[in-house]
């Protein structure tokens, strides 16, 4: 038996509207995150020195963007950071803490070895405040072989998602911190005169000095990194208002990966709108944890749901 359209009830109407829409989205991917080790080379080796942190510090931390091979094309969020105890450490050392650790993140031109001892000049583009400065707490269970490399278990969790493509430049990191309390485990470094990948600059006696007092070893760190294709106005979820960026910006040339330009060929076309149809509802959660997101099919079932509840009961 054949309906004509106008038997069809709006309820059913607006029912099959739904599906239609979403029916091109059914398995789409999810937000993948990625871990990996900067320098890249320290990810299997000890570093050549150890240090720890003073009562008071000022840490600036430059990574060179060739560091970051392992990232798929136009980067991801940044969501955590990660240190590991130098591989001398013995037994299970005790907790730390700070009164006050603030942590910022910017993309810059200064490469690692030239990097500035006036902390300013290392910071050549817009900087996130990634970490609101707040108390920290932390230690490690110092796992891994006598000698190292030990485990990175010393966390320290983002507030704020950063996004970083290294296609843009080299990844600068500052910690700020004051009022240590306990003794700070020995962390795994580079050697001093090793400048060529990363770099690190450092003053203690004044959170506000402009001027490092020590040029030293870069730190091995382990970096959260979630990969978010399709989030083409960056607020950390693939939605509908991703597709209106897109819409906005089709066919303007831009740099690779930028804005909607989803497969990094440098025009927003059609191919971005698969890239953002093919991971719609990925997200990330901003405390750095991946959140589950409904496939959409199981979205569809709830939108019907919606729809239907409703008109059941005004039948009531």
């Known amino acids: 038996m054949v309906h004509r359209l106008s038997q069809v009830s709006p309820t059913w109407l607006a029912v099959w509207s739904m599906i239609a829409l979403l029916a091109g989205l059914v398995g789409a991917a999810h937000a993948a995150e990625i871990k ?103 230690g490690t269970q110092n796992l891994g072989p006598a000698g190292g490399p030990k485990a990175f278990d010393i966390d320290f969790v983002l507030d704020t998602p950063f996004r970083y493509n290294p296609a843009e430049g080299n990844l600068l990191l500052e910690f700020a911190a004051q009022g240590m309390d306990g003794t700070p485990t020995l962390q795994d470094r580079l050697a001093a005169d090793d400048q060529s990948r990363a770099a690190l600059i450092v003053g203690w006696t004044d959170l506000n000095s402009p001027t490092a007092l020590a040029r030293v070893g870069s730190m091995a760190m382990e970096l959260a990194i979630v990969s978010l294709p399709g989030d083409y106005n960056e607020d950390f979820i693939v939605d509908a208002l991703d597709y209106d960026t897109w819409k906005i910006a089709f066919g303007s040339t831009v740099v690779a990966y930028a804005g909607a330009d989803g497969n990094g060929d440098g025009i927003v076309n059609a191919a971005d709108y698969t890239v953002w149809r093919n991971h719609f509802g990925g997200s990330i959660a901003n405390g750095g944890e991946s959140i589950a997101i409904p496939e959409p099919a199981a979205l569809v079932l709830a939108m019907i749901a919606v729809v239907l509840i409703p008109a059941r009961r005004r039948q009531t």
């Not at 320098?39 to 963007?65: F, M, N």
């Not at 730390?96 to 070895?113: C, F, H, K, N, Y």
């Not at 050549?124 to 609101?132: D, H, K, M, Q």
């Open 36 to 138: 990996l080790v900067v320098p890249a080379d320290l990810a299997t080796a000890e570093g050549a020195s150890s240090a720890a942190w003073p009562p008071v510090v000022r840490a600036q931390y430059i990574y060179a963007a060739n560091q970051f091979a392992a990232l798929p094309g136009g980067g991801g969020y940044l969501t955590s950071i990660r240190w590991r105890p130098d591989g001398a450490t013995i037994g299970d050392p005790p907790d730390w803490s700070v009164d006050e650790l603030t942590i910022t993140a910017s993309v810059t031109a200064q490469a690692p070895e030239t990097m500035s001892m006036e902390f300013a000049d290392n910071i050549t583009g817009p900087a996130t405040i990634v970490r609101a400065t707040a108390p920290w707490q932390g």
